[in-house]
């Protein structure tokens, strides 16, 4: 009987064959998954990007700019006389009517308070006008009389015409003089008169000059409240109606250009909840010079707007408070826009990427009218479409990107 072979009888020898050949592939199997973790790692990824929906809504284009309130129809009131104002019993604010409210009372001065120094020189004056009248006076009688002898002598033949011309022109000439000497000396007498002393007992009899209101509103302003001595067209205090109020917007010249008389203005930043209500009845035909915040020189020209919301609504907003203005020069209900960030320009034209099955798509647009967060859409785009906001140098023209969904402003 003969024995088995060993290695026919060995049951681990597969076994070890199947190790050893297993062992090989390992460097191998560990090259593939290498390469494929390289691949892996240099495979472009999507681009995580911003969306918008194309939508059809409202769409306004406004200049919005700073603007102040003011009174339509100011009176300031003057002093018509010189005298001593007495004391204005008012307040800013106090409620006045036409022709009743007595606003101010000026007293005369009284004469005595001038001083003597300006007394003698106003009776040097009087003499002095006295004594040139008396002149004058002596002169044309002299004239008069040397011109009726001419004549005399003229109708004889004795004398020429010439020398009867000569004796009219001086006779003339001293009339004139005689003339002006008697208003001099008038006027003389009249500064002199402001200086007589009333006798004792006997009260200043000048007239005392009462100011009243001329319309009906509200004491904006008093210059001069307490007593003291004024000139004539001494302003005293403003008077205005508070609830006949407009508004003027400094615009940049280059948009006061587009703003049409009655157009819509919103007024915000007022003080109140909600925004009054405003319509441009005129834009000023001269612009003037403004330096900004920067220092940079810019054209800017007035735009004035009548209030349209009631008094009642509008709290206690007054002469020269601050308000934000928006003109509204564009508005269309139903326009096809989009935000703006969504645009940019390529080459001539403007454009934006649209997302389709995951890809960005280049599509150039037609823009119309911007509101600065939203603009129109002309052609190139559709309602519903999904376009990519700000997308900047990352994004190219079929690059796969991944889209996180944001809302555009209402």
Do not use: C
């Amino acid at each position: 009987m003969s024995n088995p072979s060993p290695l026919s009888s060995s049951p681990t020898a597969p076994r070890t064959n199947n190790g050893r050949h297993r062992r090989r592939l390992l460097p191998q199997i560990g090259a593939v998954i290498l390469v494929l973790l390289i691949v892996a790692g240099f495979w472009p990824k999507p681009a995580s990007v911003e969306t918008v929906r194309v939508t059809k809504g409202r769409l306004r284009v406004t200049v919005n700019e700073e603007g102040k309130t003011r009174i339509k129809q100011r009176f300031l009131i003057s002093a018509p006389v010189p005298g001593q104002l007495r004391r204005i019993p008012f307040k800013p604010g106090a409620e006045v009517k036409a022709g009743e409210t007595l606003l101010a009372v000026i007293d005369p001065v009284n004469p005595t308070m001038l001083d003597a120094r300006a007394r003698a020189l106003a009776e040097a004056r009087r003499d002095v006008a006295a004594a040139n009248l008396e002149k004058t006076r002596t002169d044309h009688a002299f004239a008069a009389s040397e011109l009726k002898r001419v004549t005399r002598l003229h109708q004889e033949k004795i004398v020429s015409i010439q020398d009867l011309e000569s004796v009219q022109w001086r006779e003339a000439v001293s009339a004139k003089e005689k003339v002006s000497s008697e208003s001099s000396f008038r006027l003389a007498e009249a500064e002199l008169a402001e200086f007589t002393i009333a006798s004792p007992g006997k009260a200043f009899t000048r007239a005392v000059v009462e100011v009243k209101s001329p319309v009906n509103g509200r004491i904006l302003r008093i210059f001069e409240e307490s007593t003291r001595v004024v000139s004539a067209s001494t302003p005293l205090l403003e008077i205005g109606d508070p609830t006949d109020i407009e508004v003027v917007i400094e615009a940049l010249s280059r948009d006061g250009a587009a703003v049409a008389v009655g157009a819509r203005v919103e007024l915000e930043q007022w003080g109140g909840p909600e925004p009054l209500e405003a319509k441009v009845r005129l834009v000023e035909p001269a612009a003037f010079t403004k330096i900004s915040a920067l220092g940079v020189e810019e054209q800017r020209v007035n735009v004035v707007a009548d209030l349209v919301t009631p008094p009642g609504k509008r709290l206690n907003v007054g002469d020269n408070f601050r308000v934000e203005a928006r003109i509204v020069t564009w508005e269309q209900e139903n326009a096809l826009k989009i935000v703006s960030g969504a645009l940019f320009r390529r080459g001539q034209q403007w454009a934006a990427f649209i997302i389709r099955n995951g890809v960005a798509s280049l599509q150039p647009v037609t823009a119309g009218r911007s509101s600065g967060a939203e603009t129109q859409i002309l052609d190139g785009l559709r309602e519903g479409d999904e376009v990519i906001v700000y997308p900047g140098d990352r994004i190219r023209d079929g690059q796969r990107v991944v889209k996180v969904q944001i809302s555009g402003p209402k």
